[in-house]
């Protein structure tokens, strides 16, 4: 079983639509958890951090569930600049130090 | 300001052949991680620097992977004896500090160098 797991996808929604995509994480002891954005052939941009009270950046929300392992992201009213693989990573606790451990990516199509 | 460099872009070299891949941080940064990312995976983690030191090696696949970093700035992943296998985007990214875990910082991405084995 990986350690962080993500569907890959796609989800492909019409412009306008809500979408969510969860990401589940193994180590009960994970710390800091964020939310990227990847675009095809190019590097990964922070999207937001995730925190257990939730967090919101305008069409954005992301939440962190400790008792279930998971962090969600949520999208509203998707624009087509949204199209895009959406990558969760966990910092997963190994050897005294906290190891950055991504996702594969959820990939996001959004049509008009 | 200026973000995270990498050079080359793009490197193709022959099978068993030796590379370097640049990074150079953001100013002021003190952590600096180095990623391998194949098609349709997430970056897989390979190393970590704070400061000079190599804070944690364990994502290094074997011993034909090396990094440095002597001057606590820029770092240069190093392979040995290239393989096919080694094929793959390789990225960097740095941060102001790895923090005690449970406040990681934000990490910030160079674009990358595209590796080709043949």
């Known amino acids: 079983r990986k350690e962080v797991e993500q569907d890959p996808g796609p989800f492909n929604v019409p412009e306008g639509a809500t979408v969510a995509f969860n990401c589940t994480y193994s180590?009960?002891?994970?710390?800091?958890f964020f939310w990227y954005r990847q675009d095809c052939r190019k590097e990964p941009k922070l999207l937001m951090s995730v925190y257990s009270s939730g967090n919101e950046d305008g069409r954005f929300t992301a939440q962190l569930n400790r008792a279930s392992q998971y962090i969600s992201l949520l999208i509203r009213d998707s624009k087509l600049s949204d199209s895009a693989t959406y990558l969760c990573v966990v910092n997963i606790p190994q050897g005294g130090s906290y190891i950055p451990t991504f996702g594969r990516g959820t990939s996001l199509i959004v049509h008009p | 300001g200026a973000g995270v460099s990498q050079t080359p872009s793009n490197k193709v070299t022959e099978k068993g052949k030796y590379v370097e891949l640049r990074c150079d941080p953001i100013s002021g940064h003190t952590a600096l991680y180095w990623y391998r990312q194949s098609l349709g995976q997430g970056p897989e983690f390979l190393i970590y620097f704070q400061g000079t030191g190599a804070a944690d090696d364990s994502g290094l696949p074997n011993d034909r992977f090396f990094a440095v970093r002597p001057e606590g700035s820029v770092s240069t992943l190093k392979i040995q004896r290239t393989e096919r296998g080694d094929s793959a985007v390789y990225l960097c990214a740095s941060s102001p500090g790895t923090g005690d875990g449970s406040a990681m910082p934000k990490q910030y991405f160079g674009p990358g160098t595209r590796l080709t084995v043949t």
């Open positions: 180590n009960s002891a994970s710390q800091s």
